[in-house]
């Protein structure tokens, strides 16, 4: 995920984990019938569809924190 990242300019974090987790578990069986002289292409493919399992941008949140002075009289 991080040369996929890099290879996109992208942050590493912005890629869906569990999706990367799929594409890996799919393209296993495609690695291990493929001659290795051809390894190297498919290896860059599966870096460019790691780098499209792009999280949404986060919407930028603002919460200040209130802070009440509560006096109890007795």
Do not use: K, V
């Not at 996109?8 to 495609?30: H, M, Y």
């Amino acid at each position: 995920m991080f040369q996929a990242a890099q290879q996109a300019g992208l942050d590493p974090d912005r890629l869906r984990f569990i999706g990367a987790i799929r594409l890996l578990q799919d393209a296993l069986p495609e690695f291990q019938m493929t001659a290795p002289s051809q390894l190297p292409a498919l290896y860059q493919r599966l870096l460019r569809d790691l780098a499209r399992l792009r999280l949404p941008e986060r919407r930028l949140r603002s919460n200040p924190r209130l802070f009440l002075r509560y006096c109890c009289r007795s």
